[in-house]
Nanobody
Framework: QVQLLESGGGLVRPGGSLRLSCAAS????????MGWYRQAPGKERELVARITSSSGTEYADSVKGRFTVSRDNAKNTVYLQMNSLKPEDTAVYFC???????????????WGKGTLVTVSS
């Protein structure tokens, strides 16, 4: 079974930094795009950042210049470095990854359970 395990969420003051990590485990053949989404209370889930297998990146306009997404393919891990955090960044952050396995070569998207990031003074 494939599992995505997130870590690094917590409480931080405005202007502070956090780094989220998401490690994929299980019978993995290939991981393509990995990304981070977030959902704030009363809002739809939105893309924060994603990174392709060749390290191409895409960011939401609201986080450009503040957040950086990266990956370590040897560890099957994606990171989200969050700097200059604002109260409006408060949300549950979800990790996603498009993963192929030997039993499902076509691949499918997997989701982590989410980690809460709270930005408050």
């Amino acid at each position: 079974q494939v599992q995505l395990l997130e870590s690094g969420g917590g409480l931080v003051r405005p202007g502070g930094s956090l780094r989220l990590s998401c490690a994929a485990s299980g019978s993995i053949f290939r991981i393509d795009t990995m990304g981070w989404y977030r959902q704030a209370p009363g809002k739809e889930r939105e893309l924060v950042a994603r990174i392709t297998s060749s390290s191409g990146t895409e960011y939401a306009d609201s986080v450009k210049g503040r957040f950086t997404v990266s990956r370590d393919n040897a560890k099957n891990t994606v990171y989200l470095q969050m700097n200059s955090l604002k109260p409006e960044d408060t949300a549950v952050y979800f990790c996603s990854a498009f993963i192929s396995t030997q039993t499902l070569y076509r691949g499918m998207n997997y989701w982590g359970k989410g980690t809460l990031v709270t930005v408050s003074s």
